[in-house]
């Protein structure tokens, strides 16, 4: 019935025996090869391993065309590093995760850590300064400089100021962590009405007319889709939606502007031609076209749509004050530059490894609010993209007598389910096709 292609295997968990997902993208983009070579073994279950199952080829692509930007000191590597931080959890990464040895493992894996690797400049920045401050001092003490000042200072105005720059710090990461989450629940609920709405849709559009069902599941499939490149850099909307659309409906959607909105024109189309009277083929269709009433909740649902297209534009679109952003950095670095001048009396050497500490802590948390103030890079919106795939295929393979025969293997199909439970509700005279087009007869 010209419907597309089952989802693409490119990204799906390797079968026994073959490759493992990030093997497979490393012989398909050389460039990654150097980047991942020592952390992706078959039966490793690391943080990057686990995040691999989120990779996207496209994503990897995009960024394989540039040159690889040194991995501690540029922001390219930053945001390059981004698509490796979309962790999706299964029972056994909730284990470890709770594990108590976690402590141990994460000290461990600092060096690994992007919030780290993100703090070089200005931990570098401060380091620099303290071992200079270091030096001066034991060089005047040790007289080989002479009418110098004396750089030490008190320790009372950071008792006096270390509540404000808390403030600060909390304030700015729990609001970052609020737009984070504000984006995932978002898309959850996109899952919810994707699933409701392709339920609503395969048990009240007429079984006459089956273009019409397919092409409701497969715009509902892209839909997701084309809000993720919408909101994600150097995305390619025609490799996405490839294997699920048509190739006259990949080519209109990648000319439009806005392809989220237009997915929903599409589906409001086919809503209101679910409306139209259709041609009664056998007693099951004799209402003949989609109730007003479930035209309108279906309609509903792609309203949950709008809303939610809209919401993750306001998170992109939208940042944190920058008030906030950057008096809390000017607070900050000015707090953490004169702190070395207060440490050396007490502390002498030990000032270094105490400024390193102190200064990587606080650097940390206003890192963090920054880098999941802008969720969508670091949301795993491509496995999202895929759940929502699976469940609407499954549901196009298990609903209505036109699919009997196309259920999953051990599965039953809904309606075969109902009239073998019920026979009195399949009609005698009613006969359907199977996926190898063979008739199958409904026994009452």
Same mark, same amino acid.
């Given at each position: 019935?010209?419907?597309?292609?089952?989802?693409?295997?490119?990204?799906?968990?390797?079968?026994?025996?073959?490759?493992?997902?990030?093997?497979?993208?490393?012989?398909?983009?050389?460039?990654?090869?150097?980047? *991942?070579?020592?952390?992706?073994?078959?039966?490793?279950?690391?943080?990057?391993?686990?995040?691999?199952?989120?990779?996207?080829?496209?994503?990897?692509?995009?960024?394989?065309?540039?040159?690889?930007?040194?991995?501690?000191? #540029?922001?390219?590597?930053?945001?390059?590093?981004?698509? !490796?931080?979309?962790?999706?959890?299964?029972?056994?990464?909730?284990?470890?995760?709770?594990?108590?040895?976690?402590?141990?493992?994460?000290?461990?894996?600092?060096?690994?850590?992007?919030?780290?690797?993100?703090?070089?400049?200005?931990?570098?920045?401060?380091?620099?300064?303290?071992?200079?401050?270091?030096?001066?001092?034991?060089?005047?003490?040790?007289?080989?400089?002479?009418?110098?000042?004396?750089?030490? @200072?008190?320790?009372?105005?950071?008792?006096?100021?270390?509540?404000?720059?808390?403030?600060?710090?909390?304030?700015?990461?729990?609001?970052?962590?609020?737009?984070?989450?504000? @984006?995932?629940?978002?898309?959850?609920?996109?899952?919810?009405?994707?699933?409701?709405?392709?339920?609503?849709?395969?048990?009240?559009?007429?079984?006459?007319?089956?273009?019409?069902?397919?092409?409701?599941?497969?715009?509902?499939?892209?839909?997701?889709?084309?809000?993720?490149?919408?909101?994600?850099?150097?995305?390619?909307?025609?490799?996405?939606?490839?294997?699920?659309?048509?190739?006259?409906?990949?080519?209109?959607?990648?000319?439009?502007?806005?392809?989220?909105?237009?997915?929903?024109?599409?589906? *409001?189309?086919?809503?209101?031609?679910?409306?139209?009277?259709?041609?009664?083929?056998?007693?099951?269709?004799?209402?003949?076209?989609?109730?007003?009433?479930?035209?309108?909740?279906?309609?509903?649902?792609?309203?949950?749509?709008?809303?939610?297209?809209?919401?993750?534009?306001?998170?992109?679109? #939208?940042?944190?004050?920058?008030?906030?952003?950057?008096? =809390?950095?000017?607070?900050?670095?000015?707090? %953490? #530059?004169?702190?070395?001048?207060?440490?050396?009396?007490?502390?002498?050497? @030990?000032?270094?490894?105490? =400024?390193?500490?102190?200064? !990587?802590?606080?650097?940390?948390?206003?890192?963090?609010?920054?880098?999941?103030?802008?969720?969508? *890079?670091? %949301?795993?919106?491509?496995?999202?993209?895929?759940?929502?795939?699976?469940?609407?295929?499954?549901?196009?393979?298990?609903?209505?007598?036109?699919?009997?025969?196309?259920?999953?293997?051990?599965?039953?199909?809904? #309606?075969?389910?109902?009239?073998?439970?019920?026979?009195?509700?399949?009609?005698?005279?009613?006969?359907?096709?199977?996926?190898?087009?063979?008739?199958?007869?409904?026994?009452?």
């Amino acid at each position: 019935m010209g419907a597309a292609a089952p989802p693409s295997a490119a990204l799906a968990r390797p079968a026994a025996g073959q490759r493992p997902l990030a093997a497979q993208l490393r012989q398909r983009q050389p460039g990654l090869a150097a980047l *991942t070579q020592r952390h992706h073994a078959a039966a490793c279950r690391c943080n990057r391993c686990g995040r691999g199952v989120a990779l996207r080829t496209s994503a990897v692509a995009n960024t394989d065309k540039r040159e690889q930007p040194h991995p501690y000191f #540029t922001d390219e590597w930053k945001e390059y590093n981004r698509q !490796f931080q979309r962790p999706v959890f299964d029972f056994e990464r909730w284990k470890t995760h709770r594990s108590s040895s976690r402590y141990l493992r994460h000290v461990l894996g600092m060096g690994d850590s992007k919030i780290v690797q993100g703090l070089a400049k200005p931990l570098a920045y401060v380091m620099t300064l303290a071992t200079g401050v270091a030096l001066y001092h034991t060089l005047a003490e040790a007289g080989y400089l002479t009418d110098v000042p004396d750089l030490k @200072a008190t320790n009372a105005p950071f008792g006096l100021t270390s509540f404000a720059l808390s403030l600060l710090l909390v304030f700015r990461t729990n609001t970052s962590y609020q737009r984070w989450d504000e @984006a995932r629940k978002m898309w959850g609920s996109m899952v919810n009405r994707s699933r409701d709405f392709t339920r609503q849709a395969l048990g009240y559009v007429p079984y006459s007319q089956p273009e019409l069902r397919s092409m409701l599941v497969r715009w509902s499939i892209a839909y997701p889709r084309a809000l993720m490149c919408h909101l994600r850099p150097g995305e390619n909307i025609e490799e996405e939606v490839k294997d699920i659309l048509k190739p006259e409906e990949v080519k209109a959607l990648a000319a439009s502007t806005h392809r989220p909105n237009y997915c929903m024109q599409v589906l *409001t189309a086919c809503i209101k031609q679910a409306q139209l009277p259709a041609a009664v083929t056998s007693n099951r269709d004799s209402y003949g076209a989609v109730p007003a009433g479930a035209a309108y909740r279906m309609d509903e649902n792609l309203t949950v749509y709008s809303d939610v297209t809209g919401g993750c534009e306001r998170i992109l679109r #939208t940042p944190v004050p920058l008030s906030y952003t950057r008096h =809390t950095s000017r607070f900050m670095m000015i707090w %953490l #530059t004169l702190l070395p001048f207060t440490l050396w009396d007490n502390c002498g050497w @030990a000032m270094l490894p105490i =400024t390193f500490i102190v200064s !990587f802590l606080l650097l940390g948390i206003e890192e963090i609010g920054v880098s999941i103030e802008e969720p969508f *890079t670091i %949301l795993p919106l491509e496995t999202i993209a895929r759940t929502i795939e699976a469940n609407l295929r499954e549901l196009e393979a298990t609903h209505g007598p036109a699919t009997l025969g196309k259920a999953p293997e051990g599965a039953m199909n809904a #309606t075969e389910l109902l009239y073998e439970v019920i026979p009195s509700a399949a009609p005698a005279d009613t006969v359907n096709a199977n996926s190898n087009g063979a008739q199958i007869a409904v026994k009452a």
